[in-house]
């Protein structure tokens, strides 16, 4: 999808109205869309809920975003809601183990249901964006070429919105001020659940799987567009995304567990059998209620749905496609990040027993990782409290580490072994030290307007919190104006941050010269909870299971010695149109790695793996990323920590540099990038 003004139409950009009083109107090429506040104190003006697509909605589900159709009335950034919401049925856990005790599970329900609620809801109708820019920018966009910043949310996938809470998540007000009016602000909905990540054969046949990655690419199509009426710069564009999901279900499975999901959905929705013709027919209530019944039936603590193998825009998982040098290099420098303690809100202490950590193991993988030997290596990896000599006292913390490993701190590292000597490292350890906690600081507006005396004055919020979250965000906007956060730094603030070397080397088992944003401010730590034993145990895990399926792309199999396998067929996997025809493919070789497993007739056809695997990018996602670079090229690419990217150079926007093909529905592939 791309956008551009027709020759004769209105005068496209920024227009201020003759009264004193009036907000300024932005006029695109489908619309005019009026401006909703404007901070006299921190002189920002914010225009909210400006569409960037076309309602998804009837015979547009499961296809990627169309270009909006022409309004002639005057947008005031009233309408705009979230994208439909569903919610993992226990909710997440704050109370740890003590959430399966009566008492416990009472009071967590209490806590696990404040997001429930303040998530509850939304609309099909839901491709809306928001744009923050300095006053400077507004009212003269042709003297400005500020920098970019993208953010998309995080909500495993399932939940969450541009707006999450309003006027706190995600306002970008605070960022704007914190960078002296440097910056511009842009964040953008993206489907959710099923109607943005229903997946497998069905929905490859029949639709597009990922369009929710499609939507979040044409947030920055938009940018690309449009960004020089409202004084940005298109090759300046940050993209601060976080994914928040647990994800311990690596993704990869689409003639099994992911046409499985599309399968539950399409049950629940009356329409078994009968593709996605009469799903797109059904009615809004009954595909929301299906969305929820989805989510219900994934494992506690997991999620359905999220980024996956499709054939095309995503091959294979994101540690192996970096393993394989199947990756973007024109990334300058980024920051990567991950909380202390990112399991905890998502083990809930159901899991007591050996027997029932093995089952839940069976949960997440298909039956042919069992046959594979793939489940008992990685029991092996994290030994039962029965096994003699292991090294956990309960289930609890055994199931911590799983989750930990699986999902969030070795994706961190595998982006930091890519991009070695690019990256600046975080650890956010300030208490709790929870997943996502790291938002509250990014996105405080430190200060709030309080009425008196017939004028707005700014008025410290929570002066300590307050003075921390600017440092803080410093280092954030830093990076998006110059690709280095020392650049404008708090240096000069209480707590000050300090200045923030490049992590050490990236061999060592633990990452030193890392970052920690603690209770008492800012300094150098060694990361332990990222050792390089466990990211390289995961590769070959997630070697292991892409081979054993026969699903590693031609020429990109990453060999494994995890478990031995022996296949005797090879199972086609689509080449991307983009690929030269003249270039030789090297096959698998029958029978050798990357072949599909060949199971014990006791077990064959009772797993739903044998096919097209899907190539899940990263876990499903958790955590945040912030880069400079176009389309969401690193949307579910890097599934957690915090990442922030400047990028240089034309580049050609694809996953894992896998060009997707452009269409009059689908995305420009190739953008111009600079830092």
């Known amino acids: 999808m791309s956008f551009s003004g027709a020759s004769g139409g209105p005068t496209l950009g920024i227009k201020f109205d003759k009264r004193d009083d009036a907000l300024p109107t932005l006029t695109l090429p489908y619309g005019t869309y009026q401006a909703t506040k404007y901070d006299s104190n921190s002189d920002v003006y914010t225009f909210q809920n400006i569409r960037f697509a076309a309602p998804p909605t009837g015979s547009l589900r499961w296809m990627p975003p169309a270009s909006p159709t022409e309004n002639d009335t005057l947008q005031d950034g009233s309408y705009g809601p979230s994208c439909v919401q569903a919610f993992p049925s226990k909710g997440l856990n704050f109370v740890g183990p003590g959430a399966e005790s009566s008492i416990g599970s009472d009071l967590n329900q209490f806590l696990g249901g404040i997001p429930a609620s303040v998530l509850n809801g939304g609309d099909e109708d839901c491709l809306f964006l928001d744009l923050v820019a300095p006053g ?15 953010w998309i949310y995080g909500g495993a996938y399932l939940f969450g919105s541009k707006e999450q809470v309003p006027d706190i998540f995600y306002d970008g007000g605070g960022l704007v001020d914190q960078s002296e009016g ?25 639709g597009t799987p990922n369009v929710g990655l499609l939507d979040q690419r044409a947030v920055f199509q938009w940018v690309q567009d449009y960004a020089h009426l409202f004084g940005g710069d298109k090759s300046q564009v940050s993209a601060w995304v976080i994914m928040q999901s647990p994800a311990f279900e690596i993704m990869f499975d689409r003639r099994g567990k992911l046409q499985d999901s599309y399968e539950i959905f399409a049950n629940s929705a009356g329409c078994s059998g009968q593709g996605l013709e009469c799903l797109r027919n059904a009615d809004a209530s009954t595909i929301s209620s299906a969305n929820q019944a989805l989510q219900n039936s994934a494992p506690d603590g997991g999620f359905a749905l999220g980024p996956s193998a499709d054939g095309k825009l995503i091959r294979q998982l994101a540690a192996l496609e970096y393993a394989s040098g199947n990756f973007w290099k024109g990334i300058d420098s980024l920051i990567i990040s991950h909380v202390a303690d990112e399991a905890k809100v998502f083990v809930d202490g159901h899991i007591s027993t050996d027997v029932e950590f093995s089952s839940f193991l069976s949960s997440i993988f298909p039956n042919y990782t069992t046959a594979a030997g793939i489940n008992t290596a990685i029991e092996a990896r994290y030994p039962g409290t029965s096994v003699p000599g292991s090294n956990y006292t309960t289930e609890t913390d055994r199931v911590k580490d799983f989750v930990r490993d699986s999902s969030f701190t070795t994706n961190t590292r595998f982006m930091t072994e890519a991009y070695a000597g690019k990256t600046y490292n975080m650890q956010y350890s300030v208490t709790p030290g929870w997943h996502a906690t790291d938002l509250i600081p990014l996105f405080l507006n430190t200060y709030i307007d309080l009425d008196a005396l017939n004028q707005t004055l700014p008025i410290p919020l929570l002066p300590i919190i307050g003075s921390y979250a600017y440092a803080y965000q410093s280092y954030f906007t830093s990076h998006a104006r110059t690709g280095d956060p020392n650049s404008y730094a708090a240096l000069v603030n209480l707590p000050p941050a300090i200045s923030w070397a490049k992590v050490g080397s990236t061999s060592a088992e633990y990452y030193t010269d890392v970052l920690d944003a603690g209770d008492l401010g800012f300094s150098y730590t060694t990361d332990m909870q990222n050792p390089k034993s466990a990211a390289d145990f995961w590769v070959q895990v997630q070697a292991a299971v892409t081979n054993a399926g026969g699903y590693a792309p031609p020429g990109a199999v ?10 005797k067929a090879v199972v086609p996997v689509e080449v991307p149109e983009e690929a030269d025809p003249e270039e030789p493919v090297d096959p698998v070789e029958e029978g050798g790695e990357g072949a599909p497993l060949e199971l014990d007739p006791d077990t064959e056809g009772e797993d739903d793996g044998g096919g097209l695997g899907e190539a899940g990018v990263g876990t499903g996602g958790a955590g945040e990323v912030v880069g400079t670079l176009a389309l969401g090229v690193v949307v579910g690419m890097v599934v957690l920590g915090l990442v922030v990217a400047t990028l240089a150079l034309e580049v050609v926007v694809g996953t ?20």
């Open 656 to 675: 894992f540099a896998a060009e997707v093909e452009a269409s009059e529905a689908e995305i420009t592939a190739e953008l111009p990038l600079g830092s």
């Open 182 to 206: 440097s910056i511009i602000y842009v964040a953008g909905n993206y489907r959710l659940g099923a109607y943005g990540w229903l997946a497998g054969t069905t929905v490859e046949q029949q």
């Open 136 to 150: 400077k920018a507004v009212r003269s966009p042709s003297g400005e070429s500020l920098p970019v910043v993208v």
């Open 558 to 567: 990453v060999q494994q010695g995890l478990v031995a396998l022996t296949g």
